[in-house]
């Protein structure tokens, strides 16, 4: 059971964006049909250093976690927190192991990943907890370094391949800054000066919105049909909770985003459909199970 904890406290629904953003570029770039072993490797190791972001962000979050009511692993004893820290340390360590074995380049760029992913949770820096740099450093790991860790990309240097990953920036940013709305409360009782606690609702989906149109023009730049229809589905709902900023508008907007990319890669690829269904139903079985709750929700 305690192997099992491990996995769900990894968020795996949160590591959505990694998966699915990665195959879409996949396909994107090289028109791969199959997800082969090099790529297998390399979003493996990829997946582990994102949930070590995440076991380390549930370690120095674990007050506003406690006020925010938020799934607590630590909190309600499942896991302690030095498991979670060797857990934390093995994982990264494997991981950038396998990216030197890869590559240098592929090796360098996993310790970005995992410099990041620390810096983004932890004392001093604690990115997450400044208004500007835990924008930037989110939408930047997701946006850019998980494009640049695709098997091949460093060799194809043009300034038309960051393209996409900006679309991928700016979607992605457009996602986070409705994430942290509801955070608002524990955050500001923490101290932490977040965007959702120096500006207000409607402010906040204001920038989304402009970074949602900017997203737009990149993927009418790209002649991508599907990225234009997700930018202007995501746009029409933005425009709604802009209207009527509610609770479950905000979480079904934020969500948006990130669940039409990932249709988008489960129609690349209908293994990957499968995948996040088995996945969903999981999910919910466990989180019934172990926690009394229904997770995920749309809303």
């Known amino acids: 059971m305690k192997v099992i904890d491990f996995i769900f406290a990894a968020r795996p629904m949160l590591l959505l964006p990694v998966w699915s953003l990665y195959l879409i570029a996949d396909k994107f770039y ?9 790529d297998f490797i390399v979003l493996m190791s990829l997946t582990m250093l994102v949930a070590g972001a995440y076991y380390i962000n549930q370690i120095y979050d674990y007050q506003s976690d406690l006020i925010n009511k938020k799934l607590g692993f630590l909190q309600s004893g499942k896991i302690s927190k030095n498991e979670m820290i060797v857990v934390y340390v093995l994982i990264s360590v494997v991981s950038i192991i396998t990216g030197f074995k890869i590559s240098l380049f592929s090796g360098v760029l996993f310790c970005v990943v995992f410099i990041l992913g620390y810096i983004y949770s932890a004392p001093p820096l604690r990115l997450k907890d400044r208004p500007i740099s835990g924008l930037l450093s989110n939408s930047f790991a997701y946006g ?16 038309l391949m960051m393209i996409l990953p900006t679309y991928y920036f700016m979607i992605v940013s457009a996602g986070y800054l409705l994430t942290i709305i509801p955070d608002r409360d524990g955050d500001a009782k923490t101290g932490k000066q977040t965007l959702a606690v120096l500006l207000s609702d409607r402010s906040i989906i204001m920038v989304a919105i402009i970074l949602l149109l900017i997203s737009l023009l990149l993927a009418m730049q790209m002649n991508h049909l599907f990225l234009i229809i997700i930018s202007s589905i995501s746009i029409l709902l933005y425009g709604v909770t802009l209207i009527s900023p509610k609770k479950n508008l905000i979480l079904l907007a934020c969500k948006l985003p990130i669940l039409l990319m990932s249709l988008l890669a489960g129609y690349y690829y209908p293994g990957y459909l499968i995948f996040l269904v088995a996945l969903l139903i999981l999910t919910r079985l466990y989180y019934k199970k172990r926690f009394g709750i229904v997770y995920p929700r749309i809303d």
Do not use: Q
Request: hydrophobic share 50%; net charge negative; no cysteine.
């Open 144 to 159: 850019f370094l998980i494009p640049l860790s695709l098997p091949g990309f460093a060799a194809k240097p043009d300034y």
């Open 30 to 38: 090289f028109g791969a049909d199959l997800f082969d072993i090099s």
